[in-house]
């Protein structure tokens, strides 16, 4: 594994080079094909966020008819949202719950990835073997045991029976370990010489260097926690301590749905992962870059 | 990567850092599977559990729901996995190239789904797939159909439907992963065989293709292992039935199901539960072997 | 590096101590607290009802907690019943008439017997059997799932047909009159959803039938009722007369939008039908058809749900009391929660009341509340055993094929062997 820092590859890949004049016309066609597919491909994926977000402004009869043009209620909506859902508490828990899980998964699977990778050992590699084989069991299998655990240390309805369960993320140690196949080892040894201890590299050089892999994995692990359904749902008992996706969840199944309002809950609970997408983005598609070579 | 051995310092640190994930992982993900591997040899219903060997698995072969959940399964898995892995490589090359205007754009653009709220997104495409949804009228409209699609009311679309919703839902986060790969492939080999007059398709096949090997792989492993788990359209879209018919039940559905809806029988869905993961074990397995020797031929 | 492991520990432990601070005890003592899963019908009901109990009762206060789905209630119910824990568990449940057995036989000891306590003879029978284990009945019974057949009027009356015309029929008689309508007006009869099986079900009651045998054993193949019900079923399609649909919003989007002319449904539907204002005095209640066989009659049941006391309860004598008073006392409160909410009761004497006896513009003036008390009182009660769900979703997988004109006896067989199995 070459190990090219992302300056010298976003150097390559802004080289231009002249345009042949002599296939022009097709070119030309073909261009226009990629556009074409692209713009498709845009609209098919934009369209649902649309859709939702005109659903916010009608009323629910219409929604149900598929009105798809703007419509006047948007206030009614976020009225009947509002009266019905205690928002700032539902989107506290909901925000207390994902960042704090995403700082804790970081830090621990971060940890993790860079331990399995920098320190190579034949027992740290079936463990680590053994760990993707596991990503696999469905979490429904292990609900009930988890749930044992945490009744039975009175932690039953806490934000930490939330969080605790994910903040060890095979996935994300998976993509970290990944990721520090790209961090330069002389980096590594360079600080070594001059006299740092491991977790001094560890927070002054390594983290450094990876932030555009921390910066994916805060959308990745973010968007998991915001929107974590099946554990909240059992784990979290009284209506003050739910997180959005619950209430919203259990607003879709009512006996007579309005889903004007609910689709103006969906609008405001998307919010925070499109912020999160858009601030972070652009450091996103580099992060990704280390974690798959 | 040939690295010297550690030496006993370092093993140490090597554990430190890793102590802390492994240690949770111990609690909260070994202990429930060590759980549910034991209850995989338990018969019975509710809290009546009793020792029943191979009982479970004997059970899974005459089961006709986890038989039709398992070939579900496969279907999605078979034929989603790889139109989402083809779409999401033609976005990225597409995407790579530095001459095409509004690519962050069109990059956001594809990558919004799976930023969504699973509710916000099964909500949304309920109503669009519905007899009178805009689905349908889009279809009509074109004439590309002459009478509505009842998209869950029959077997065969509500298959077509769910792996529109997850191809939907997941070919950016996949396509990201390309572009950034691509991103790290020498921009000169390209215009080298370009200008040596190497077509496109050709360029496609015989330099991206190889190039992207590794990360293909990586896609390939987390789409089967999410596929494999399938649950939150199914269960969304269909409210919970994996219906028509069980035409779209999933493993992790009917997992569901014996655990929560079903008189509780928790050994069996327990049994359920492993068969994915040795079934992902075996997939995986082959899917590195695969990479394994085509690597070792090149 | 031990120092710095350990500062980090110390630090990881701080960390979690601060979360743990947010977080929020269990229910108070004094305070009864109560899962619903719909706000404006079951949640407000029961805060109507707990409030009427502080008024008399100040140190008692309710906490209704209707933040979950039904589903999501019984996936909760279940994890904790199984994992023996009860932190968490509220004083009062609601639970579904048709999977209170499930609960009750796997879980022994969970919840309390009510009827030590409180008469059950002032209920309607069928909702004090669905809920009666080894001789004590465990719920105090709350809305019926009566059934009517809700029909557009207007609809009706352009193709010729009155309110008599649909006074206890057959549901062959029903695909007369829906094809008729369908060649009149153009609508179709009714919206079905291949993922529900609601109506064969409450034709399978309408004969005083259901999946099982008194021993709970399955009793599909030779199940006269159900076989009749699949075939009605089949018949609609065959007919032409269905709009199908999938899900909840569509499902009653079709008939509260108008496009269809009638729908057999629980009585439970009323507040979602009566949501659409401007189609007042267009809709009118008939009894719900029986099926064309001996022992069927114009009265079922679809739904329908009770309360439960949980054992773990630390306020298990007040909720008893509280049910007593108010759920099993007061007819006042009866004719309150019908006229607010839409919820017909099942105590019987309820039917006596004002609201009751009033007739209801939306339907046409009929005195529709006495139309469902009547029905009420002629449910049959059967068993719903205790795998319903295990049945129903047998059922459910040979829906396409029945629809399809698939041949019944094989369908029935198909079901028995595929629920012999879940019942392992």
């Not at chain 1, 939702?52 to 009614?76: E, H, P, Q, W, Y």
Request: charged share 15%.
């Amino acid at each position: 594994m070459t190990s090219t820092t992302m300056a010298e590859n976003t150097g390559s890949a802004a080289t231009k080079v002249g345009v042949a004049t002599s296939a022009a016309p097709f070119r030309l066609i073909r261009r226009g094909l990629v556009y074409l597919l692209l713009s498709i491909a845009a609209f098919i994926s934009v369209f649902p966020f649309y859709w939702m977000i005109v659903g916010a402004t009608n009323l629910s009869a219409d929604v149900i008819r598929g009105k798809a043009t703007l419509g006047g209620a948007l206030f009614t909506n976020a009225a009947t949202f509002f009266a019905q859902v205690d928002a700032p508490r539902i989107f506290f828990n909901s925000a207390f719950i994902a960042v704090v899980a995403t700082a804790l998964t970081l830090v621990i699977s971060s940890l993790a990835g860079y331990g399995f990778e920098m320190f190579r050992s034949r027992v740290r590699e079936r463990i680590f073997g053994l760990l993707l084989l596991l990503l696999s069991i469905p979490f429904a299998a292990m609900m009930v045991p988890l749930f044992v655990m945490f009744s039975q240390a009175k932690l039953v309805n806490t934000y930490v029976a939330v969080i605790l369960p994910t903040v060890a993320s095979i996935f994300i140690i998976f993509y970290f370990r990944q990721a520090t196949k790209a961090f330069p080892t002389e980096l590594r040894d360079a600080a070594k010489i001059d006299g740092l201890k491991e977790w001094q590299i560890f927070v002054f050089v390594y983290l450094p260097v990876m932030r555009s892999t921390y910066a994916a994995a805060t959308i990745i692990v973010f968007m998991a926690n915001w929107n974590n359904y099946l554990w909240p749902l059992i784990v979290l008992q009284t209506a003050e301590n739910k997180t959005i996706t619950l209430i919203l969840s259990a607003l879709t199944s009512a006996y007579t749905p309005d889903y004007g309002m609910i689709l103006f809950g969906t609008v405001l609970a998307t919010l925070p992962t499109l912020i999160i997408f858009f601030l972070l983005q652009r450091r996103f598609v580099e992060g990704m870059l280390g974690a798959v070579k | 990567m040939a690295q010297a051995r550690l030496d006993r310092r370092e093993q140490v640190t090597g554990w430190t850092f890793v102590a802390p994930a492994l240690i949770l992982l111990g609690l909260f993900m070994i202990y429930p599977i060590v759980w549910s591997l034991w209850m995989s040899f338990q018969v019975g219903k509710g809290m009546n559990l009793s020792f029943g060997g191979f009982a479970n698995i004997m059970r899974l072969t005459k089961d006709p729901v986890f038989l039709r959940a398992l070939g579900n399964t496969f279907t999605f898995f078979i034929v989603q996995v790889p139109i989402m892995i083809v779409l999401a490589l033609l976005f990225a090359v597409a995407l790579n190239d530095s001459t095409l205007k509004f690519r962050g754009l069109f990059r956001t653009a594809i990558f919004l789904p799976c930023v969504t709220s699973l509710i916000a997104y099964s909500t949304v495409f309920k109503s669009m797939f519905a007899t009178d949804g805009i689905i349908n009228e889009a279809l009509m409209a074109v004439h590309l159909i002459g009478a509505p699609i009842g998209w869950f009311s029959d077997p065969f679309w509500a298959k077509v439907a769910i792996i529109l919703a997850i191809t939907w839902r997941w070919t950016g986060y996949n396509m990201i992963f390309y572009l950034a790969a691509l991103q790290n492939i020498d921009r000169s080999i390209y215009e080298a065989a370009r200008i040596d007059g190497v077509p496109a398709w050709a360029r496609f096949r015989y330099l991206t293709i190889p190039m992207l090997k590794p990360v293909i792989l990586f896609t390939t492993v987390i789409s089967t292992i999410g596929t494999l788990q399938l649950f939150d359209e199914v269960y969304n879209f269909t409210a919970g039935n994996g219906g028509p018919s069980d035409s779209t039940i999933t493993l992790s559905l009917y997992i569901y199901n014996l655990t929560f809806k079903f008189m509780p029988s928790f050994g069996y869905s327990a049994t359920v539960s492993w068969v994915i993961v040795v079934v992902v074990g075996i997939l995986s397995f082959m899917q590195f072997l695969i990479a394994r020797d085509r690597r070792r031929s090149s | 590096m031990n120092r710095i492991a350990s500062r980090r520990g110390r630090l990881l432990g701080l960390a979690l101590a601060g979360i743990s601070f947010f977080s929020v005890a269990a229910a108070s003592a004094g305070e009864i607290s109560v899962w619903v899963w719909d706000k404006a019908f079951n949640g407000d009901t029961m805060r109507e009802a707990g409030a009427l109990y502080t008024a008399d009762h100040p140190d008692v206060t309710f906490n209704v907690d209707d933040s979950a789905s039904q589903d999501d209630i019984r996936a909760k119910l279940q994890t904790q019943l199984l994992a023996g824990s009860t932190d968490g568990l509220p004083d009062i449940v609601l639970i579904q008439d048709d999977i209170a057995q499930k609960y009750l036989q796997s879980f022994p000891g969970s919840f309390e017997p009510l009827s030590d306590s409180i008469d059950m003879s002032v209920f309607a029978p069928y909702k004090v059997a669905a809920a009666t284990y080894d001789g004590k009945s465990y719920s105090l019974p709350f809305d019926s799932g009566v059934t009517g057949l809700f029909y557009r009027s207007d609809y009706l009356e352009a193709a010729g047909f009155k309110a008599a015309d649909l006074k206890d029929i057959t549901w062959d008689r029903l695909v007369e009159i829906g094809t008729e309508v369908k060649a009149k007006t153009g609508h179709l009869l009714l919206d079905l959803d291949l993922n529900d099986t609601g109506v064969i079900r409450m034709m399978m009651q309408s004969a005083g039938q259901w999946y099982f045998n008194a021993d709970g054993s399955l009793h599909v193949i030779d199940n006269a009722p159900l076989k009749k019900a699949l075939e009605t079923y089949a018949k609609f399609y065959t007919a032409g007369l269905v709009k199908p649909v999938s899900g909840w919003a569509e499902y009653t989007g079709t008939f509260t939008s108008g496009e269809v002319a009638a729908v057999p449904v629980g009585v439970w539907i009323t507040a979602t039908i009566k949501a659409n204002a401007d189609q007042s005095g267009k809709w009118a209640v008939a009894p719900i058809p029986r099926l064309d066989m001996e022992g069927s009659v114009n009265a079922s049941n679809q739904g329908g749900s009770s309360w439960y006391v949980l054992s773990s309860s630390d306020n298990k004598a007040e909720a008893i009391d509280f049910l007593k008073t108010v759920w099993a006392g007061n007819k006042d409160f009866y004719q309150d929660i019908l006229i607010k909410r839409g919820a017909v009761g099942s105590l019987l004497a309820a039917r006596e009341g004002d609201a009751y006896k009033a007739s209801d513009d939306f339907f046409g003036g009929a005195p529709v509340w006495q139309d469902f008390s009547t029905w009420l009182s002629q449910i049959p009660s059967v068993d719903y055993g205790t795998f319903t769900a295990e049945v129903d979703s047998a059922v459910q997988a040979q829906l396409p094929g029945i629809i399809a004109g698939g041949d019944i006896d094989a369908a029935l067989q198909a079901i028995n062997d595929q629920a012999q199995q879940q019942m392992q």
